[in-house]
């Protein structure tokens, strides 16, 4: 795995225990626009959406995309941490990008 895997993997085990911690953090840093265009979308940033029965979730771009040029996203949906094509699969509501 290389070292962006690393931190996205590390990002992951503080936003399963801190998640709403890490999304503070992130609102601290650069506000990107959300777009639902893969093109504004760079490895590591950090993406927050909402997913079924209204809850907060936070995923990290990785750093490998769909066939259709769609990144990836890395995210602990509970049974795990998953690099998964859902980018756009669930209302975005939040896009930054650390300094």
Do not use: W
Request: aromatic share 6%; charged share 15%.
């Amino acid at each position: 795995m290389n070292y962006l895997g690393l931190l996205l993997l590390t990002l992951l085990h503080l936003h399963a225990q801190t998640g709403e911690k890490l999304v503070a953090a992130a609102r601290k840093q650069i506000g990107v626009t959300v777009s639902y265009d893969p093109g504004p979308f760079l490895p590591g940033d950090i993406v927050t959406c909402t997913v079924p029965q209204n809850l907060p979730h936070v995923m990290l771009v990785s750093d490998r995309k769909t066939a259709g040029g769609v990144p990836l996203v890395i995210h602990n949906s509970g049974a795990g941490t998953h690099e998964d094509d859902m980018l756009f699969r669930f209302p975005l509501t939040g896009h930054y990008r650390l300094k």
